[in-house]
């Protein structure tokens, strides 16, 4: 130990490395920081929105719908996340849905949208624009 702190060449060493451990924790928390800050601002954006908005997961499940989706469609948000994605088209409609829903969760188109016929609770055809 008393030749450790005699030798400042190792003292100097631990301390840059004890600065450096610090600053990358510091570093790690403000990025970390700044992720949560995105996806309150995203969740908060998606949430309030005036258009029907959804989240779809790679296995076709809903991730999350907000209001207005749901107010569009007439269903609570806890009814709308018990449908699957094919409940809620129109059945002339459903084959090129779901075939360009898979494409875009396998990633083989970047995007697609269109106008489709979606069903309101009541079972009437609403038209609207979708972007996946």
Known sequence: MLVQLLDGNALARQIRAHLKSQNAAQ??????????EQQRQWRRAFDCASIGMAEVSADGSWRAVNGSLCAILGY??????????RDIV???????????????????????????????????????????
């Open 27 to 36: 570093e790690r928390d403000k990025i970390e920081w700044h992720a949560r």
């Open 76 to 85: 609570s948000v806890s009814e709308f996340m018990a449908l699957r994605p």
């Open 90 to 132: 129109h059945p002339d409609d459903l084959n090129s849905s779901l075939s360009l829903l898979r494409k875009a969760l396998v990633g083989e188109i970047p995007s697609c949208s269109g106008e489709k016929r979606l069903l309101h609770k009541t079972g009437r055809s609403i038209w609207c624009s979708v972007h996946v």
